[in-house]
């Protein structure tokens, strides 16, 4: 069984959890399996909200990237220095549930129609990334997490 990020904001709403970072919400979906293992008499609700509960990520932690914000929600973002064909590039990437979010409230062509809040955010960003790559090392998302793969100089810190 698997479960959404809509379903943890569910859960967390339930809870009267005012917010949850994207970190968090990775890390119950990732996680979900191994607490439905655990307790295979409790049901996914109550996984959940062991998971929200037993989180060692907090929302102090999102200070460790810069955020962009759409639709009143805010999205981390890393800024890599990369090294391709003997140039250097400075890119912005997001997680993937950033982009998700643009298509499903303004649809497929969302970040492309220009005018739209998505469109603005989308041009800001070089790629979108699995939300559970986003929070690997910067080298190994230079490597193996873009389009194509690139040698990391340096991260914005």
């Known amino acids: 069984m ?94 993937e549930s950033l982009n998700n979010a643009m298509i499903a409230l303004e649809g497929e062509d969302a970040t492309v129609t220009h005018g739209t809040e998505a469109h603005t955010v989308d041009e800001n960003i070089y790629h979108y990334v699995e939300d559970i790559i986003f929070y690997e090392s910067a080298s190994y998302i230079a490597n193996c997490g873009l389009d194509i793969p690139m040698e990391l100089t340096n991260e914005k810190e």
């Open 2 to 95: 698997t479960i959404t990020r809509e379903d943890v904001l569910k859960v967390a709403k339930d809870l009267n959890v005012k917010s949850l970072t994207e970190k968090q919400i990775i890390y119950c979906i990732v996680e979900f399996d191994n607490k439905a293992e655990e307790d295979p008499t409790g049901y996914w609700e109550l996984w959940v909200e062991q998971l929200i509960e037993e989180c060692p990520y907090h929302p102090m932690d999102s200070d460790e990237f810069d955020l962009i914000e759409y639709n009143g929600i805010s999205y981390p973002i890393r800024i890599l220095n990369v090294t391709h064909d003997k140039s250097d590039h400075i890119y912005q990437i997001a997680p």
